[in-house]
């Protein structure tokens, strides 16, 4: 399928201009700065990180500051679905049901029901297991 919407420009995926005018000078060379993010990244304290690269803490912390860093755990999560599967969703919704509920309630139902049905099945295997052989005249 070919792409119908306006593609992304040019600058998509750079930092805003206003966020880089409001982010605080930062006082060290772009090595240091690099050199402290990958200490960061290895797990050492800021002020250990200050005293190998030679350079004050509170320059070491604002780059440090600025620094993405991966959650833990995250909280929430996308669902790319088709319209049919959302409007399916929509009519599923409980009121002001959060979607998120509303998902997990419909899996709940799909796993409940899935595990009956092979509960049913395993039953009706069995059954027709218990009959002999060869049938008697």
Do not use: C, Y
Not at 8 to 17: I, K
Not at 22 to 50: C, K, N, S, T, V
Not at 64 to 91: D, F, I, S
Request: proline letters at 8%.
């Amino acid at each position: 399928m070919a792409f119908k919407g306006k593609p992304p420009g040019s600058g998509s995926g750079e930092m805003s201009r206003r966020t880089v005018m409001l982010r605080p000078a930062i006082a060290l060379e772009p090595r240091q700065r690099d050199e402290a993010r990958r200490l960061r990244r290895a797990g050492h304290e800021p002020a250990f990180i200050a005293e190998t690269i030679g350079a004050p803490l509170e320059e070491v912390e604002k780059a440090l500051v600025q620094m993405r860093m991966p959650r833990p755990e995250t909280t929430r999560g996308t669902l790319n679905v088709t319209l049919a599967a959302h409007a399916l969703v929509m009519k599923e919704r409980q009121g002001n049901e959060p979607l998120w509920q509303t998902m997990d309630r419909m899996l709940d139902e799909l796993l409940r029901l899935r595990a009956a049905e092979a509960a049913r099945a395993r039953r009706r295997r069995e059954d027709e297991g218990a009959l002999p052989l060869f049938p008697e005249t």
